[in-house]
């Protein structure tokens, strides 16, 4: 697929491009350090997916889009401890008979981003509401720990 054609004319989107290009021509028996299809096409995924992170003195937010999904078909996870994966797939339209696409814009396929949680995130915290194609997922800040006081000890007088 040529993504100058879909408007992708950025460093990124050549640089998966010639990937995917690679692999196809090649074959990872011959070529262990080729990338795989699924990490491509995760890349194409995380890279295709916009999202913003907001900070706030009690959490930290994610704002998702993810357009034409229903929450059932949206995946949060926290992997490895500390991060948050957000994925979802959209399908494309079954054609109706008689009906044919003229041109086709909107995104299909995978919807991915993959955020390290920092320290204080509270794992057990985690909430996902989704409103509109926009997924809001919100990690509660783990209480600041208390500091610690210094030990005094008594000097003996002998």
Do not use: W
């Not at 955020?115 to 985690?126: C, K, S, Y």
């Not at 509401?129 to 002998?158: F, H, N, Q």
């Amino acid at each position: 697929m040529d993504f100058r054609i879909t408007g992708f004319d950025s460093p990124l989107f050549h640089t998966l491009h010639h990937m995917m290009d690679l692999h196809e021509d090649g074959d990872n028996k011959n070529n262990p350090n080729a990338a795989s299809r699924t990490y491509v096409r995760d890349a194409k995924a995380m890279a295709a997916t916009p999202a913003d992170i907001k900070e706030d003195s009690k959490s930290y937010v994610f704002v998702v889009d993810m357009p034409g999904l229903k929450p059932g078909d949206i995946k949060v996870q926290v992997e490895e401890e500390n991060v948050l994966l957000i994925s979802g797939e959209r399908m494309r339209e079954e054609e109706k008979e008689g009906a044919k696409y003229i041109r086709m814009e909107r995104r299909v396929g995978k919807l991915m981003r993959k955020f390290v949680l920092p320290e204080n995130a509270n794992r057990d915290g985690i909430t996902a509401v989704c409103k509109d194609g926009v997924l809001t997922v919100t990690v509660e800040k783990l209480p600041p720990p208390e500091p610690k006081k210094p030990k005094t000890i008594e000097v003996e007088i002998c």
